[in-house]
């Protein structure tokens, strides 16, 4: 007789339940330096919770071929006119992939390759959206409710933080006349 058995994982109100979970928080403290309006950003509580990551981690980091799973809670908000956005970043292994798709909420995906050229892309529930490698990539709220998408990145992706940290997008994703506009820097 084969063995049937209860998965592995599952979903529990907002967090993923299991072994190797991890989940992460974000603080506006912890987004300090990615906002164009360094006034605004000072004169809002650090405290408040920007976003949550729900991630189910099956292998090693690091292992050729295994996937990575996550979820996104990105909480609706703007310094200035700027949107609350993820810190974002390139692979490590720069020509690793990932798919992000759009659970609920509204945002948009704001994507940058390496000779600095960015797009964006709307996310909604149910959009579907391929990163391909050499792209590095940002989740942004503009709607007014939690926004919140689902991400598959392979397990020996890595992230690359400090290329963004330093350097930024080459464009923002601002409210202009109420609504998102993609603007060089
Ligand atoms: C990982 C994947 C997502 C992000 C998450 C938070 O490759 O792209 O799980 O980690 O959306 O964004 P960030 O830029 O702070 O890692
Ligand atoms: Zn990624």
């Keep these: 007789n084969m063995e049937i058995v209860f998965p592995r ?16 928080s974000r603080t506006l403290g912890d987004l300090r330096g990615i906002f164009a309006d360094v006034d605004a950003f000072s004169r809002m509580p650090q405290n408040i ?9 099956p292998e090693q ?3 050729p ?6 979820i996104t809670y990105l909480h609706p908000g ?59 990539h940002r989740m942004a709220n503009t709607g007014n409710t939690l926004f919140s998408f689902a991400a598959c990145w392979p397990s020996d992706a ?3 933080y400090r290329e963004i940290a330093d350097h930024g997008f080459a464009a923002r994703l601002l409210e ?9 820097v």
């Design 9 to 24: 994982l599952f979903f529990a109100g907002n967090r993923l339940l299991g072994e190797r979970v991890e989940n992460v």
């Design 49 to 57: 919770l920007a976003y949550e990551v729900s991630s189910f981690l």
């Design 61 to 63: 980091e690091g292992t």
């Design 65 to 70: 071929g295994g996937l990575y799973f996550g």
């Design 78 to 136: 703007k310094v200035g006119n700027e949107y609350f956005m993820t810190k974002g970043h390139f692979h490590a292994n720069i020509d690793r992939a990932e798919f992000y798709w759009g659970l609920e909420g509204e945002g948009m995906l704001i994507l940058m390759d390496q000779l600095r050229r960015v797009w964006a892309e709307r996310v909604f529930p149910g959009s579907l959206h391929y990163i391909p490698g050499g792209v590095a």
């Design 158 to 160: 890595g992230h690359n």
């Design 176 to 184: 202009v006349d109420g609504k998102p506009q993609l603007i060089g």
